[in-house]
């Protein structure tokens, strides 16, 4: 075995020019390596695996090396480190040795490997680097060409979660069914039940999502439990809105009173509330454990999650995104946003009356069409990259595709009064506030009404003027009360 002195007397050698070419082991050279890594000495680590790629003469290892330098850039092995941040060298770094490897050494022992690590590369939620079709190519192409890798199910969840996402819900459900039936052990099985029950769902499946969703309720890892139990709960919810009007919602416990009235209000994961303070210009957050955290944001009218549960807000012409800031032209008045991608958004133009798509680098890349004299007033995002426009002059939910054209307008005007807020839950539905008869309406991911809440108004804890909401993962309503300045959890 190579000692410590002798493992930085290799990392030397290898830092000379030529002396890799004059009959070095690569092995032995790889070794050192790994062993120097584990010491803390990386960079040493790194140079060795440079020269022995740029040398041409690590032969049947190549692959080892450039995966090693791969995972030095970018250590991420799971879905679960995406939102790590990386400077973008590293992660070009990342991207170089890994396409090497899939693209060039694909009979290689890190060929699988190399392309699962790639296609999460290719899901990261970075300008660049985001690229789902190519993520499902290569995701859903490794099960075929290393059917024996223990990469297989992690690759089939993937592919399976990037299906759903871009609207391919019976893909997804194949993938999902092949994943269980093929390793139904394997921790990757919990979560395959919860995509398998949003993509039932999606291809009109009701049966089948609520057995896919308590099965992920027994599941072991406490986290899919929950959001199985989150999704069955709406989908019941849901189900039995079909059947009467008015489904009940009790409130649960007093309401949370605030420094101020909430100009927007948002849900991130685990309930994390979120809400607008534009008077104090700050953005207040709560945490499910009752943990308070303010920052301060002058200006700040409209806040939003996106699907990787990361913070958005604007206000004025500035949109903060959570790379970086999209500042646009001067007359720009920002009152409500949708991510709709890594670094893209819709957002309402209060001056301008308009609803413009905004990308990082960009600026405003569409502008939607909006029938008559509308007056956008919310938004939300849709699966493919459109979006549901409230228009609260019109009393109409406007739906746009991704290029900003109209698709169809839903008239509300013989449901409600005064609509000022629109939120949407994780299956589609889409769910509307009434300010004036105090009810929320809900309807169908292709905008057909359901069924109607009316929202609580009598004694000390009921609404007195509901002027914004939110949705959870469970159907729970949050409501806002701009007279008393409160928060309202209704579940």
């Given at each position: 075995m190579v000692g410590r002195q002798g493992r930085v007397i290799l990392a030397i050698l290898a830092s000379v020019p030529g002396l890799l070419a004059q009959g070095s082991l690569p092995e032995r050279q790889l070794r050192a390596a790994a062993d120097l890594e584990r010491d803390g000495q990386v960079e040493q680590a790194r140079e060795i695996y440079q020269r022995?790629?740029?040398?041409?003469?690590?032969?049947?290892?190549?692959?080892?090396?450039?995966l090693a330098l791969a995972r030095l850039a970018w250590p991420v092995a799971s879905e679960a480190g995406l939102l790590e941040t990386y400077r973008p060298?590293?992660?070009e770094q990342a991207r170089s040795a890994l396409e090497r490897i899939w693209n060039e050494l694909q009979d290689s022992n890190s060929a699988a490997e190399a392309g699962y690590r790639l296609a999460l590369l290719r899901v990261l939620p970075e300008p660049g680097f985001y690229d789902p079709d190519g993520a499902i190519a290569v995701a859903g192409s490794l099960p075929t060409i290393h059917p024996d890798s223990p990469r297989v199910p992690d690759a089939l969840l993937l592919a399976a979660r990037l299906h759903l996402r871009a609207g391919r819900p019976a893909r997804a459900r194949e993938l999902c069914w092949e994943l269980l039936s093929r390793f139904p052990d394997h921790p990757a099985a919990a979560r395959a039940w919860l995509i398998a029950g949003r993509a039932a769902f999606a291809s009109g499946l009701r049966g089948e999502a609520m057995t896919a969703f308590g099965r992920a309720q027994a599941a072991g890892d406490a986290a899919v439990?929950?959001?199985g139990l989150e999704a069955a709960t709406l989908?019941?919810?849901?189900?039995?809105g079909l059947l009467r009007s008015d489904p009940a919602y009790q409130p649960e416990g007093s309401m949370l009173h605030l420094p101020e009235r909430a100009g927007d209000l948002a849900l991130g994961p685990d309930d994390r509330v979120s809400a607008t303070l534009g008077r104090r210009g700050e953005l207040w957050s709560r945490a499910r454990d009752g943990s308070l955290d303010t920052r301060a944001l002058p200006g700040v009218r409209a806040v939003a999650y996106d699907a990787w549960g990361r913070l958005w807000s604007a206000g004025g012409n500035t949109v903060m995104m959570p790379a970086a800031n999209l500042v646009l032209e001067n007359n720009r008045e920002i009152i409500a946003l949708a991510p709709v991608g890594p670094a893209a958004a819709w957002v309402v133009d209060s001056k301008a009356r308009s609803v413009l798509r905004v990308e990082a680098g960009r600026g405003v890349v569409v502008e939607a069409t909006l029938p008559g004299k509308a007056t956008p007033l919310d938004l939300v995002g849709t699966e493919d990259g459109g979006a549901?426009?409230?228009?609260?002059?019109?009393?109409?939910?406007?739906r746009v595709a991704s290029d900003g054209s109209l698709l169809e307008t839903r008239d509300l005007e013989s449901l409600m009064r005064t609509p000022l807020a629109?939120?949407?839950?994780?299956?589609?539905?889409?769910?509307?506030?009434d300010g004036k008869?105090?009810?929320?309406?809900?309807?169908?991911p292709e905008g057909e009404m359901l069924s109607r809440v009316a929202?609580?108004?009598?004694?000390?804890?009921?609404?007195?003027?509901?002027?914004?909401?939110?949705?959870?993962?469970a159907g729970d309503l949050l409501l806002a009360d701009g007279r008393k300045k409160g928060l309202l959890w209704l579940r």
């Open positions: 022995l790629v740029a040398s041409g003469q690590a032969g049947p290892w190549t692959d080892d090396a450039l060298e590293a992660l439990a929950r959001r989908l019941d919810r849901l189900s039995f549901w426009v409230l228009d609260g002059r019109r009393r109409q939910l406007h629109l939120a949407r839950d994780q299956l589609g539905y889409l769910y509307v506030l008869q105090k009810l929320v309406v809900i309807f169908t929202l609580p108004t009598a004694g000390e804890g009921g609404l007195a003027r509901p002027d914004q909401l939110a949705v959870g993962a």
